[in-house]
């Protein structure tokens, strides 16, 4: 006897309910306007970080130039001759002798935590091996989310720790196809003082990040950068002059060194002033899951500046860690008021945290209506 037919009146197939309802959460939670537009500033971000990576690689390989303060030090002096002239000019609370007269020493511990998180990662590099940086660096991902729950009383979901596992696992595949490709070529002299740097220049930087975050959401983005301009300014001045001018005496200038020069200080500056426009409408959280692209970026340039061997691995861990940034920023974290304060708990601000919000708030709205 022959089979019956699975399909319905008038041969048509039966509709498949849930693979519908499938593919409308994930056009609608996935793929909204706010994620898309939170994936093109991070990676804006990473391009920026890039640049700087491959302008020092150029100066540290063609031609022997090994300065990081001093690239430090000329992107603070612009920081400071934008943003904290800025301020200067400006009126009442926001005046910068007003804001040095309340918070002096709060920015100066602000500047010595950015100034330092750069030294130490860039140093790590004479020590240990490509690597343990690339791994260890991840590690201020957990500081930077235990800071955000004390400090900015962020309350993370399930998902978000999952969304990082992934974004960390991607790393990892990095990791992976660089020793692959031949790349860790470097033993190191000593490891464990190379991944001690690491690690607290991991710590600096979510310092650095969290305090970033709440600068520009309570203050403003030009006190933030006025204030690192100011003593980031002062602070690898003095550094640069204590560790670093036999490097800098021995530089052979030329147009193309000062012209890297140029090229990495505006790839800063612009990380810099952009950084905290992608923060205030996300999270501090978000933008460092974010830029984990940022040595993807440098490895498929180096493929043609710098004679670097392809492997698919890389395609791999770009997706995998992109798949983890938009599920982070997929659901909005919350905010909990501290215990003594009167004001209700409130969704944190930012494009992964109000905006979705305020599309559940629609979607909810119009679901009453109907």
């Not at 706010?34 to 804006?44: P, R, W």
């Not at 595949?173 to 470097?186: F, P, Y």
């Not at 919000?357 to 979607?363: D, G, T, V």
Request: charged share 10%; glycine share 8%.
């Amino acid at each position: 006897m022959e089979a019956a037919s699975p399909a319905g009146p008038g041969g048509r197939q039966p509709h498949a309910p849930g693979s519908a309802s499938l593919l409308l959460w994930i056009k609608g939670k996935l793929f909204t306007w706010n994620i898309l537009k939170t994936i093109a500033l991070g990676q804006m971000l990473s391009l920026c970080i890039c640049g700087t990576a491959i302008t020092s690689q150029y100066l540290a390989e063609r031609y022997k130039v090994n300065t990081p303060m001093l690239q430090s030090f000329i992107n603070y002096c612009l920081l400071f001759l934008i943003y904290t002239v800025m301020l200067a000019f400006q009126s009442g609370s926001d005046n910068i002798l007003c804001i040095l007269k309340k918070k002096w020493w709060k920015y100066i511990l602000l500047g010595l935590a950015d100034v330092e998180a750069n030294y130490l990662i860039v140093r790590a590099y004479q020590y240990t091996t490509l690597t343990s940086v690339q791994l260890l660096d991840c590690f201020g991902i957990p500081v930077l989310m235990a800071l955000s729950w004390f400090i900015l009383y962020a309350r993370y979901r399930v998902i978000h720790f999952i969304a990082v596992a992934v974004c960390l696992l991607g790393v990892g595949t990095m990791v992976g196809a660089d020793i692959l490709a031949g790349r860790e070529d470097n033993t190191g002299n000593n490891v464990l003082i190379g991944d001690i740097l690491v690690l607290l220049g991991a710590s600096l930087y979510a310092v650095s990040n969290v305090c970033e975050e709440y600068i520009v959401k309570k203050l403003s983005r030009q006190e933030f950068l006025g204030m690192v301009g100011l003593f980031g300014t002062i602070i690898s001045g003095i550094q640069l002059l204590i560790v670093e001018y036999k490097d800098i005496a021995s530089i052979h200038w030329d147009w193309k060194i000062a012209l890297l020069f140029v090229a990495f200080a505006l790839c800063m500056f612009c990380l810099y002033s952009f950084m905290p426009l992608v923060i205030k409408v996300t999270s501090a959280t978000s933008v460092n899951l974010g830029i984990l692209t940022a040595d993807l970026y440098s490895l498929f340039f180096g493929l043609f500046l710098f004679g670097y061997k392809f492997s698919g691995l890389y395609i791999l861990s770009f997706t995998v860690i992109m798949v983890g940034f938009i599920l982070y920023c997929s659901t909005p974290t919350r905010t909990a008021e501290p215990a003594e304060s009167s004001v209700p708990p409130v969704t944190s601000i930012g494009i992964d945290n109000l905006g979705l919000k305020l599309e559940e708030n629609l979607q909810e709205t119009h679901s009453a209506v109907l």
